[in-house]
């Protein structure tokens, strides 16, 4: 029902806007629904949409992860992949049941599932204000990493975090503090922005439900002082929203994104 009002919404705007809107090359396969595996498999559900959603180079990777279900296949990625030993503790595997996986591991499984090398090497982009960067710079900046791998033919994979204004125990100090780790595709954004632009719309994937969304990528506001990164205006996305406590300022945190930059 989202999509149906989104595209409606689209199709009645002026030809100059619909042009300026870019989309992942494939979008005819349904969204990844992680809880057909499990409640953390957020990252192998991010690969195996963003692939699907690809061109044609992407697709065909997508389609070499063989499976009679769309559970079997991604358990497939998680056993061929996840149970490598992680780039950061190499004691571990990098995926688990109970923790899911890190933004730099799910970097290093996307890169083993191509299936030519030569379709371009995938990366993280940290998504942090710099010392000497600006929100608006940061927006600018994000925005065109996004743009760069959806134009390069794959959907890029958003690293994002519920995060909540907490105490510190034992202190009077309050600190932004992520209760909860999250991974989704980005489906379309505007191919362009203005330079004093301070969100942009998109649309995405959400692999918990497998749910096709869209939402606002925005420059915080001065009540979210304190949040290093930009904020997510997802309505429809509810991860870590049960470990809130009543009262206390919460936010969705772009942390960084996970494409061929």
Known sequence: MVLRLFFILCCTLPLSAQNNW???????????NQLRTSGNACGPACLLDAFQCGSEKWSDSAKAIKGESERSRLIKIIQSYGARPSKLIPTRRRWDQRGGVNAEDLTAMANEMRTRFWMGTIKQEILFKGSRETPAKLLQRSHTKLRK??????????SIRRVALRRIKGSNVSTWLTLKRHYLILTGLPESISKNANSFPVSYRDPWGGRSLTGTVKIAAESQNGIATLVLDFPKSNVGEN??????????SFSSAIGVF
Do not use: C, H
């Open 243 to 252: 470990l809130v406590r009543k009262g206390e300022p919460v936010a969705l």
């Open 149 to 158: 791998s959806l134009k390069k033919g794959l959907p890029p994979i958003m």
């Open 22 to 32: 870019l989309a992942a090359p494939n979008l005819t396969p349904s969204p990844i």
